[in-house]
C-alpha cells in the first residue's frame, strides 16, 4: 500500500471543508458578508441613495463607478490620488450594492 503524505495543501483542503461544514445554514449569504452590515455616515447615505437608483434601473450600467464619480472632486486630485479615490470609490459600491441586494432579498421574501 502507498503511504500517503500530507502536505500543506492537504491542510489547507481540510481547513476549507471544516469551515463548509461549519458554515451556519441559517442565516442567508448576504447577513455572513463582512460588508452586508455596514451602516453609513451621511455622505455615504447620499452615495448609497445614487447607488440604489443607478441599480433600479431598468437599464444595464455596463461602468457604475464611472457614473458615481464627483467629476468637480476628481478633476482637482493628483493622479495618485485619483487611482486611490477610484478604489475606495469602487470599495464603498461593494459594499452598498450588497446591502442593497440584502435589503431586496429581504423584501422579496416578506411578501
Do not use: H
Not at 458578508?33 to 444595464?60: C, G
Amino acid at each position: 500500500m502507498r503511504k500517503k503524505i500530507k502536505g500543506k495543501l492537504y491542510f489547507l483542503a481540510k481547513d476549507a471543508k471544516s469551515r463548509m461544514k461549519n458554515f451556519n445554514k441559517e442565516k442567508s449569504i448576504f447577513e455572513q458578508l463582512p460588508y452586508a452590515k455596514a451602516s453609513f455616515t451621511n455622505e455615504e447615505q447620499d452615495l448609497y441613495e445614487r447607488v440604489k437608483k443607478l441599480l433600479m434601473r431598468d437599464e444595464i450600467v455596463i461602468n457604475p463607478i464611472q457614473e458615481l464619480i464627483d467629476r468637480k472632486y476628481y478633476n482637482s486630485l493628483s493622479k495618485e490620488a485619483q487611482q486611490k479615490y477610484i478604489f475606495d470609490l469602487s470599495d464603498k459600491y461593494k459594499q452598498m450594492k450588497l446591502k442593497f441586494e440584502r435589503e431586496s432579498l429581504t423584501k422579496v421574501s416578506n411578501f
